[in-house]
Protein backbone atom coordinates (compact mmCIF):
# COMPACT_ATOMS: atom_id res chain seq x y z
CA UNK A 1 0.00 0.00 0.00
CA UNK A 2 1.89 3.21 -1.38
CA UNK A 3 -0.46 5.63 0.83
CA UNK A 4 -0.54 6.41 4.63
CA UNK A 5 -3.81 6.45 5.55
CA UNK A 6 -4.36 8.99 8.16
CA UNK A 7 -6.26 6.90 11.46
CA UNK A 8 -5.11 9.56 13.86
CA UNK A 9 -7.02 12.45 12.97
CA UNK A 10 -9.41 11.91 15.77
CA UNK A 11 -9.35 8.99 18.54
CA UNK A 12 -13.15 8.14 17.09
CA UNK A 13 -11.70 6.86 14.23
CA UNK A 14 -8.47 5.32 15.39
CA UNK A 15 -10.18 3.04 18.26
CA UNK A 16 -12.57 2.14 15.80
CA UNK A 17 -9.78 0.66 13.30
CA UNK A 18 -7.65 -0.70 16.02
CA UNK A 19 -10.57 -3.05 17.60
CA UNK A 20 -11.98 -4.41 14.59
CA UNK A 21 -8.43 -5.18 12.98
CA UNK A 22 -8.09 -7.08 16.33
CA UNK A 23 -11.77 -8.73 15.76
CA UNK A 24 -10.64 -9.47 12.15
CA UNK A 25 -7.55 -11.36 13.03
CA UNK A 26 -9.04 -13.32 15.42
CA UNK A 27 -12.01 -14.66 13.02
CA UNK A 28 -12.08 -17.23 10.96
CA UNK A 29 -11.81 -16.45 7.14
CA UNK A 30 -14.22 -19.35 6.59
CA UNK A 31 -16.74 -18.00 8.48
CA UNK A 32 -16.61 -14.33 7.72
CA UNK A 33 -16.07 -15.77 3.33
CA UNK A 34 -19.72 -17.71 4.28
CA UNK A 35 -21.52 -15.20 6.21
CA UNK A 36 -20.73 -12.05 3.60
CA UNK A 37 -21.29 -14.72 0.81
CA UNK A 38 -17.57 -13.62 -0.20
CA UNK A 39 -15.32 -15.52 -2.83
CA UNK A 40 -11.74 -16.86 -0.29
CA UNK A 41 -9.30 -18.09 -1.60
CA UNK A 42 -7.67 -20.31 1.30
CA UNK A 43 -4.24 -20.62 -0.32
CA UNK A 44 -3.73 -16.99 -0.73
CA UNK A 45 -5.88 -16.29 2.60
CA UNK A 46 -7.11 -13.24 0.46
CA UNK A 47 -10.97 -12.67 0.04
CA UNK A 48 -11.90 -11.00 -2.81
CA UNK A 49 -14.61 -7.67 -2.40
CA UNK A 50 -16.29 -5.24 -4.89
CA UNK A 51 -16.86 -1.59 -3.95
CA UNK A 52 -18.41 0.72 -5.83
CA UNK A 53 -17.45 -0.83 -9.42
CA UNK A 54 -13.75 -1.80 -8.13
CA UNK A 55 -12.36 -5.65 -7.34
CA UNK A 56 -10.28 -5.26 -4.64
CA UNK A 57 -8.45 -8.58 -3.02
CA UNK A 58 -8.10 -8.57 0.90
CA UNK A 59 -5.97 -10.36 3.00
CA UNK A 60 -6.75 -12.28 6.04
CA UNK A 61 -5.35 -11.72 8.77
CA UNK A 62 -3.39 -8.48 7.98
CA UNK A 63 -6.04 -6.17 6.24
CA UNK A 64 -3.99 -5.79 3.39
CA UNK A 65 -6.08 -4.89 0.37
CA UNK A 66 -5.21 -3.96 -3.30
CA UNK A 67 -7.33 -3.27 -6.53
CA UNK A 68 -7.08 -5.35 -9.52
CA UNK A 69 -4.50 -4.00 -11.77
CA UNK A 70 -6.91 -4.03 -14.86
CA UNK A 71 -9.15 -1.34 -13.41
CA UNK A 72 -10.16 1.70 -15.63
CA UNK A 73 -11.92 3.57 -12.41
CA UNK A 74 -8.46 5.22 -10.64
CA UNK A 75 -9.71 5.70 -7.23
CA UNK A 76 -9.47 3.43 -4.45
CA UNK A 77 -10.29 4.38 -0.88
CA UNK A 78 -10.55 0.60 0.16
CA UNK A 79 -6.31 1.27 0.03
CA UNK A 80 -6.19 5.05 1.09
CA UNK A 81 -9.30 6.40 2.64
CA UNK A 82 -9.81 5.52 6.90
CA UNK A 83 -13.89 5.54 6.60
CA UNK A 84 -14.21 2.87 3.73
CA UNK A 85 -11.04 0.69 5.24
CA UNK A 86 -13.11 1.01 8.53
CA UNK A 87 -16.64 0.47 7.33
CA UNK A 88 -15.27 -2.57 5.37
CA UNK A 89 -14.37 -4.47 8.33
CA UNK A 90 -17.30 -3.90 10.26
CA UNK A 91 -18.79 -5.66 7.65
CA UNK A 92 -16.54 -8.60 8.02
CA UNK A 93 -16.62 -8.72 11.75
CA UNK A 94 -19.75 -7.94 12.57
CA UNK A 95 -22.44 -7.29 9.27
CA UNK A 96 -23.11 -10.31 6.90
CA UNK A 97 -25.41 -10.67 3.41
CA UNK A 98 -28.93 -10.83 3.71
CA UNK A 99 -31.11 -10.96 0.20
CA UNK A 100 -33.13 -7.77 -0.43
CA UNK A 101 -37.07 -7.95 -1.51
CA UNK A 102 -35.97 -4.73 -4.19
CA UNK A 103 -37.61 -2.43 -1.78
CA UNK A 104 -35.23 1.11 -1.02
CA UNK A 105 -34.95 2.61 1.91
CA UNK A 106 -34.78 6.22 2.68
CA UNK A 107 -32.34 6.95 5.57
CA UNK A 108 -35.17 8.61 8.05
CA UNK A 109 -36.65 4.88 7.51
CA UNK A 110 -33.67 2.84 8.67
CA UNK A 111 -33.76 2.10 12.74
CA UNK A 112 -32.11 5.08 14.22
CA UNK A 113 -32.51 6.79 11.18
CA UNK A 114 -34.39 9.63 12.43
CA UNK A 115 -32.14 10.20 15.28
CA UNK A 116 -29.12 10.92 12.96
CA UNK A 117 -30.92 12.30 10.01
CA UNK A 118 -29.92 15.88 10.71
CA UNK A 119 -26.15 15.22 10.38
CA UNK A 120 -26.78 12.27 7.20
CA UNK A 121 -28.59 15.34 5.64
CA UNK A 122 -25.60 18.00 6.25
CA UNK A 123 -22.81 14.81 5.36
CA UNK A 124 -24.30 13.52 2.41
CA UNK A 125 -27.16 14.84 1.06
CA UNK A 126 -26.48 18.67 1.14
CA UNK A 127 -22.82 17.53 0.58
CA UNK A 128 -23.96 15.48 -2.92
CA UNK A 129 -26.78 18.72 -3.66
CA UNK A 130 -24.22 21.37 -3.47
CA UNK A 131 -21.41 19.04 -5.31
CA UNK A 132 -23.55 18.33 -8.61
CA UNK A 133 -27.06 19.83 -8.49
CA UNK A 134 -25.55 21.81 -11.05
CA UNK A 135 -23.42 19.37 -12.67
CA UNK A 136 -25.31 16.95 -13.56
CA UNK A 137 -23.58 15.80 -16.77
CA UNK A 138 -20.74 15.38 -14.48
CA UNK A 139 -22.37 13.16 -12.11
CA UNK A 140 -23.17 11.18 -15.00
CA UNK A 141 -19.98 10.59 -16.38
CA UNK A 142 -19.24 9.74 -12.90
CA UNK A 143 -22.24 6.77 -12.64
CA UNK A 144 -21.58 5.33 -16.00
CA UNK A 145 -17.40 5.28 -15.21
CA UNK A 146 -18.10 3.44 -11.93
CA UNK A 147 -20.79 0.80 -13.91
CA UNK A 148 -23.96 2.35 -12.00
CA UNK A 149 -27.32 2.18 -13.90
CA UNK A 150 -29.58 4.88 -14.84
CA UNK A 151 -32.82 4.65 -13.27
CA UNK A 152 -35.70 7.10 -13.88
CA UNK A 153 -35.62 9.57 -10.63
CA UNK A 154 -35.06 13.00 -10.07
CA UNK A 155 -33.49 15.02 -13.30
CA UNK A 156 -30.65 12.83 -12.80
CA UNK A 157 -30.71 9.21 -10.82
CA UNK A 158 -28.37 6.50 -10.45
CA UNK A 159 -28.63 2.83 -9.30
CA UNK A 160 -24.97 1.93 -8.01
CA UNK A 161 -23.76 -1.58 -5.97
CA UNK A 162 -21.63 0.02 -3.01
CA UNK A 163 -20.92 -4.09 -1.79
CA UNK A 164 -22.25 -7.31 -3.32
CA UNK A 165 -26.00 -7.38 -2.91
CA UNK A 166 -26.13 -3.70 -1.50
CA UNK A 167 -27.64 -1.44 -3.72
CA UNK A 168 -27.58 2.63 -3.22
CA UNK A 169 -29.80 4.70 -5.67
CA UNK A 170 -28.27 8.40 -5.94
CA UNK A 171 -31.20 10.45 -7.18
CA UNK A 172 -30.57 14.56 -8.00
CA UNK A 173 -33.07 17.68 -8.65
CA UNK A 174 -31.23 20.65 -10.14
CA UNK A 175 -31.69 23.85 -8.65
CA UNK A 176 -33.63 26.63 -10.20
CA UNK A 177 -34.32 30.14 -9.42
CA UNK A 178 -36.76 29.47 -6.40
CA UNK A 179 -35.26 25.82 -4.91
CA UNK A 180 -31.69 25.24 -4.23
CA UNK A 181 -30.53 21.94 -5.59
CA UNK A 182 -31.39 18.88 -3.54
CA UNK A 183 -30.32 15.13 -3.18
CA UNK A 184 -31.59 11.72 -1.87
CA UNK A 185 -29.60 8.59 -1.40
CA UNK A 186 -31.61 5.58 -0.74
CA UNK A 187 -30.35 1.80 0.83
CA UNK A 188 -31.72 -1.25 -0.66
CA UNK A 189 -33.76 -2.88 2.39
CA UNK A 190 -31.07 -5.49 3.36
CA UNK A 191 -28.79 -2.89 4.48
CA UNK A 192 -29.73 -2.54 8.12
CA UNK A 193 -28.91 -6.35 8.10
CA UNK A 194 -25.41 -6.06 6.34
CA UNK A 195 -24.76 -2.78 9.13
CA UNK A 196 -25.33 -3.36 12.51
CA UNK A 197 -25.34 0.51 12.81
CA UNK A 198 -27.34 3.91 11.52
CA UNK A 199 -23.86 5.42 12.08
CA UNK A 200 -22.59 2.75 9.11
CA UNK A 201 -25.44 4.19 6.80
CA UNK A 202 -23.78 7.82 6.87
CA UNK A 203 -20.35 6.42 6.47
CA UNK A 204 -21.81 4.67 3.05
CA UNK A 205 -23.28 8.17 2.06
CA UNK A 206 -19.67 9.47 2.87
CA UNK A 207 -17.58 7.10 1.09
CA UNK A 208 -19.80 7.52 -2.22
CA UNK A 209 -19.58 11.30 -1.95
CA UNK A 210 -15.93 10.56 -1.21
CA UNK A 211 -15.67 8.79 -4.29
CA UNK A 212 -18.08 11.42 -6.31
CA UNK A 213 -15.32 14.77 -5.59
CA UNK A 214 -12.45 12.33 -6.41
CA UNK A 215 -13.80 11.56 -9.74
CA UNK A 216 -14.87 15.20 -10.13
Not at 70 to 85: F, S, V, W
Not at 152 to 180: M, N, R, S, T
Amino acid sequence: MGMEVNYEKDSKERIPFEHYLEEFRQADPEEIAQRCALPYDPETKTFQVCLMGVTYTVSWPDYEVAHEKEDRIGYYPLETKANARILLLRYLTEGGAAPSTGKFLTYREIPWGEVYFKQFQGRCLFRMAFGFGNKLQVFREIMERVGARPIKAGDAGYELEFLKGLQVQLILWEGDDEFPPSAQILFSDNFPVAFTQGEDMAVVGDVVNDMLKALK
